[in-house]
């Protein structure tokens, strides 16, 4: 996808070039070019540096959209082994913007659900942009439910714009298929940890998001409206960069903010330069901190995992008395 | 069926004084039809022509479903704050207190339904669009924590646009907020009892709204996830005929019932009576 180099990457990916050159010129030619090669990438991981630690809030919303970056299945190879996927919610049909099933963690079985977005045009319209229809939410809890019959932890991926918005949706009640699953998350008898990998996009993304821990990766954004649909509403221009960055910075959208404000547990790293530079070292990084994280967990009684979680969320809000 | 028959009290006038100036007309915003002020009022605004169910404050909810106008308001000193530091929200938030009251978008008290305490808790539009922040969030869970505590049912009437953007993510977490106390009363047999007005979307559709024991509807609001406006975005097309209105809802089997608002308080009362073991408020005639 042509799009998914955003502006201010512009300036890497003409290094990323250069090098690239080098490196076909010195193989052609069967020379060392080490010595112009070393510097420059040290210059570009400089740069990947220098532009990952001062991204504005939107600059950290293209980057948690960004097709290049690993999904949910993409994890579901390089951080789990043993992924058998499971479809459909028995009542409806299968929606493909969730996917879940069996894997294993560090060897143990556990429950993964998360959205799935698509790399192509085609995959997108598969998937619908990893925006799910009441049956996705419907086939999370069901898988949700498994995994309690079985005391298995479950594993959240959120990435989503948000639940979709359209006929069907709305006739085969989108509301309450979201509503239920907030209701029973909020009292599973095993550990959940969620995870926002990308976009956590509003009800859509909360739906998979009432969890013992709420981790998210550095440069993944939860809002509660899109920065369009906040810059639309508000200042009545969801369009121009300015409106758009105006709205990302007021929401409070990026993950150490989320962190002040106690909505988010923990941030997971990503390698310099953002997940999508490298899949697999994000995947490593993930990986360590939800067998950190499900291994805390496991140490609770169900009843008291419950307790815990239930405070955690009513806790929740700011407000005078 | 024919072998009993409600025995009806005459409907008592929902305010003490109605000082209206006799001049005083008012236009059906659905049908056009023009009326005494007065009269909309006595007929609960609805609209005597047409059934148009005109927006209500939350307080004439409270006067309409509680015996005797008496009732206790619950967290009443409880205010927004701005914690995102949200551009224009505490000018916002003065003009909404100054214009709608004080109560934020959602009014709690407790009160007596047919005899029987509950727990109420009625959301207002006029209050920044009934919108979900932080405070709504508090004041359900507080409502939900005494129902828990003195087994009393609750009961919620939404009317929301959804969550309030200026709070940010926090407006978002009072969805899981509302559910996560819910699924307590469930736990505890305790019943619940959601009224969706018009309109009912957003958060407050996707958490409390949808999850009531049962379900009640005034009739054409419009109730949904996404609103008809983004919905028509997004698939760029109109909408078909009474799309997301409660008659198309009751059609898709998301909710129960849907009743005028004149029915509203005996429709409540008897799910309650039948969810809490009371007997029941209908007298038995026996032909
Ligand atoms: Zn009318």
Redesign the pocket.
């Known amino acids: 996808m042509s799009t998914s180099i955003m502006e201010f990457e512009k300036p890497i990916v003409e290094l990323e070039k250069q090098i690239d050159e080098l490196r076909r010129t010195a193989e052609k030619r069967q020379l060392s070019m080490e010595e112009e090669i070393v510097p420059l990438e040290r210059k570009l991981d400089e740069l990947r540096r220098t532009v990952y630690t001062t991204l504005t809030p939107l600059q950290r919303v293209q980057v948690a959209r960004n097709a290049r970056r690993p999904f949910t299945l993409d994890y579901l190879q390089l951080a789990f082994t043993d992924f058998i996927e499971l479809h459909g919610d028995r009542l409806y049909r299968d929606d493909a913007a969730i996917v879940g099933g069996w894997a294993r963690l560090d060897g143990d079985t556990v429950m993964v659900i998360g959205h799935q977005r698509g790399r192509d045009t085609k995959e997108n319209l598969r998937r619908n942009f990893g925006m799910p229809h009441p049956e996705g939410y419907r086939k999370a809890l069901r898988l949700m439910k498994l995994a309690e019959k079985y005391k298995i932890p479950i594993i959240t991926l959120i990435d989503t714009p948000g639940a979709w918005a359209g006929l069907g949706a709305e006739e085969r009640g989108q509301s309450e298929a979201i509503a239920r699953n907030l209701f029973e998350m909020s009292r599973l008898e095993v550990p959940v940890v969620a995870t926002v990998i990308g976009e956590g996009g509003s009800g859509g993304a909360l739906a998979l998001g009432v969890a013992d821990r709420v981790l998210m990766l550095e440069n993944a954004v939860y809002s509660v409206i899109t920065v369009e649909g906040c810059a639309a509403i508000l200042w009545k221009d969801g369009k121009s960069t300015e409106m758009k960055e105006r709205a990302a910075k007021a929401l409070r959208i990026t993950a150490p903010e989320l962190m002040e404000l106690g909505v988010i547990d923990e941030i997971v790293p990503e390698p310099v330069g953002g997940a999508h530079v490298n899949h697999e070292a994000s995947a490593r990084a993930l990986q360590e901190a939800l067998v950190r994280n499900i291994e805390e967990l496991r140490r609770f009684r169900p009843e008291k995992l419950v307790r815990r979680r239930r405070e955690k969320f009513l806790a929740m809000g700011e407000f005078t008395e | 069926m024919a072998w009993f028959r409600k025995e009806r009290k005459p409907r008592q006038p929902r305010r003490e004084k109605l000082e209206i100036p006799p001049d005083a007309w008012e236009k ?6 023009t009326d005494l002020r007065e009269k909309f009022i006595r007929n609960l605004n609805v ?6 169910h005109r927006r209500i404050r939350a307080v004439d909810y409270v006067n309409l479903l509680l015996d005797d106008n008496s009732y206790d308001e619950l967290d009443v000193d409880i205010r927004s704050v701005d914690p995102l530091s949200f551009p224009e929200y505490p000018a916002r938030l003065k003009k909404a207190l100054a214009n709608a009251g004080d109560y934020d978008a959602i009014m709690s008290v407790s009160g007596n339904l047919g005899g029987m305490p509950i727990n109420l808790g009625v959301m207002d539009f006029a209050f920044m669009g009934g919108s979900m922040g932080s405070v709504v969030g508090a004041k359900i869970a507080r409502l939900g924590q005494r129902s828990l505590e003195r087994k009393y049912p609750l009961v919620l009437i939404s009317a929301s646009g959804g969550a309030r953007m200026q709070e940010g993510v926090l407006s978002l977490m009072q969805m899981a907020k509302t559910s996560a106390l819910l699924a307590q009363l469930a736990e505890r047999r305790i019943p619940y009892v959601s009224i969706l007005t018009n309109p009912t979307t957003g958060g407050v559709s996707a958490s409390f709204a949808m999850l009531g024991d049962a379900i009640v509807a005034e009739p054409g609001a419009v109730i949904g996830f996404a609103g008809p406006r983004v919905i028509k975005q997004t698939i760029g097309q109109d909408l078909p005929e009474g799309f997301q209105t409660a008659e198309f809802l009751l059609d898709h089997g998301m909710l129960d019932v849907v009743s005028h608002r004149r029915d509203l308080k005996s429709s409540v009362g008897g799910l309650l009576r039948h969810m809490s073991g009371q007997p029941a408020a209908t007298s038995w005639v026996t032909p």
């Open positions: 059906c915003e659905a049908c056009g039809h609209c005597p022509n047409c059934d148009f």
